[in-house]
């Protein structure tokens, strides 16, 4: 009887575990491999329900020209999600939303704001904006950070 609990308690834990992973939100992240903020910002993701998948590129500038990214909202790293881009230490709650918005090529947390997810500074923080290239080219601002 007691092998018969124990195979149904772990059968459950099991199948738990596999639908968690099943709802796993896939993203590329491309980074630079001197990089420490930027992994930071992948465990972040991980944290908030993201599967991660992590890639060392020798030329970030090609890349994020290559992916649609302007320089003038560039940030240190650029992830890949359902054909959009991501630029920079944007919040996982962003990173959701953008699935929602179908005017968008992409959004980005430009520079590396202080404070924003993997620039976390002893609880300093910067006002920050995320902004959307809309695909017209122009940009929207997403969302705002006030400074804490």
């Not at 149904?8 to 896939?26: F, G, N, V």
């Not at 420490?36 to 970030?60: P, R, T, Y």
């Not at 939303?97 to 993997?118: E, N, Q, T, V, W």
Request: with cysteine; proline share 5%; net charge negative.
């Amino acid at each position: 009887m007691r092998t018969s609990l124990r195979l149904a308690a772990l059968s459950a834990l099991l199948l738990s575990s596999l639908a968690q992973a099943a709802e796993l939100i896939p993203i590329e992240v491309h980074r630079d491999a001197n990089c420490g903020c930027c992994k930071k910002w992948i465990s972040h993701l991980e944290a908030n329900g993201f599967k991660v998948e992590d890639h060392v590129e020798s030329d970030m500038s090609s890349f994020k020209q290559q992916h649609g990214v302007p320089p003038r909202l560039g940030s240190c790293h650029t992830a890949l999600i359902n054909g959009k881009f991501v630029e920079g230490h944007v919040p996982a709650e962003q990173v959701l939303a953008l699935s929602k918005r179908d005017d968008l090529l992409g959004i980005a947390a430009p520079g590396m704001p202080m404070g924003s997810p993997g620039m976390e500074m002893d609880g300093m923080s910067d006002a920050y904006q995320v902004i959307g290239l809309k695909k017209d080219g122009t940009d929207v601002v997403v969302a705002d950070y006030p400074a804490h």
